[in-house]
């Protein structure tokens, strides 16, 4: 619902010409791009996790938008002297890749690195140590192997049916919710736990042929063009920790990040970054811990004031649900993400 709305009212800002006269109030001084998986289209029908990638031709096309657009490709640390040198002659953009997937160094790389675009990628550390549960990828499998599949949702067993594609994506949709809201992580992922065993998904197998090895990480941090960020150790909600574990995965994060590749990491992503995963007390921590930035998904440009609240910046999502160029030109102008607040400036604090 709240996709469709905003997909129509991404084509009438775009249709009315509105983005550009409110690009003087609203376009900010540059912006921050979320993305995750960058690989060619599946033909799957049922695909619930594609707002997490996008084409690597839609991607050549954000990068040309992007270049005629005549905006500063930069890396995270130029965002950050930047924002605290308030040196805003000319717009600028850096792009951010979630999770350190490895598609993102097949399709995602040579394109950047074609163009000589930095690039951070943030990576949580357990993925490379093939410990990581991508639950959201564990669940998808679970729905899309299966016709209907029973659980204990809330005290209660459930049948949820899984039949054809629009059962599976209204089951995924529940289960996710479900999910989300689930006060830990340690209770979502024993919930996950019993659905992956008894529906036999392997999710090491998953983490194994989705994510980057320490190898190929390192390989690719060797490229001054691009920047290891920490996304903690667990990829938990860390809002949703007590302060020793929320402490410990930022900490840890960084300590394994600096122990594998001799760089401690000055960028920091909060995994899921919405409110219910990241507020006032993690960005307190993180500055308190010396990240030079730490990025939320809260959507939004940056503005000079954000220089007072980097390990709160916005980003601006590039997702494969609203794969068109011109849709580009209304998020990076502003426009997309006022419309999303509300046509309010918010900050992500
Ligand atoms: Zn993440």
């Known amino acids: 619902m709240k996709r469709a709305i905003i997909r129509s009212g ?51 096309r954000v990068v040309a938008r992007l270049a005629r657009m005549n905006v500063d490709f930069v890396s995270l640390d130029e965002v950050h002297r930047r924002l605290t040198a308030r040196d805003f002659g000319r717009r600028f953009v850096a792009f951010t890749f979630d999770d350190g997937y490895r598609d993102n160094k097949e399709f995602a790389y040579p394109i950047l690195r074609r163009h000589g675009i930095p690039f951070c990628i943030y990576v949580p550390t357990s993925f490379p140590d093939r410990l990581g549960e991508l639950w959201w990828a564990a669940l998808e499998a679970v729905i899309a192997q299966n016709d209907a599949i029973v659980l204990e949702m809330d005290g209660r067993d459930c049948k949820v049916d899984c039949a054809g594609t629009a059962a599976k994506t209204g089951a995924f949709r529940l289960l996710y919710a479900w999910l989300r809201a689930m006060p830990s992580d340690a209770q979502m992922l024993d919930a996950v736990r019993e659905l992956t065993t008894r529906y036999r998904v392997d999710t090491a197998a998953i983490c194994d042929s ?58 920091l992503a909060y995994p899921y970054g919405d409110p219910t995963a990241a507020g006032p007390r993690e960005f307190a921590i993180a500055a308190e811990l010396g990240f030079a930035t730490a990025v939320t998904t809260r959507p939004g440009v940056l503005f000079p004031e954000h220089a007072e609240t ?40």
């Open 210 to 267: 989705l994510c980057m090895s320490w190898d190929e990480i390192r390989a690719i941090a060797a490229d001054p063009l691009v920047t290891i960020g920490a996304h903690t150790v667990n990829h938990v909600m860390l809002a949703k920790a007590c302060d020793t574990v929320a402490r410990s995965e930022l900490k840890m994060g960084c300590a394994v990040l600096e122990a594998a590749l001799g760089v401690m990491p000055r960028h």
């Open 10 to 60: 991404l084509e009438a800002l775009y249709f009315s010409g509105a983005h550009r006269l409110m690009r003087p109030f609203l376009g900010g001084v540059g912006a921050i791009l979320m993305l995750h998986h960058v690989r060619p289209a599946r033909p799957d029908g049922f695909q619930p996790n594609q707002l997490l990638e996008i084409t690597p031709d839609f991607l050549e």
């Open 310 to 349: 980097l390990t709160a910046l916005p980003r601006i999502s590039i997702n494969g649900e609203f794969q068109r160029g011109r849709y580009v030109d209304v998020l990076v102008s502003g426009a997309g993400t006022a419309l999303w607040n509300g046509l309010r400036k918010l900050r992500a604090a």
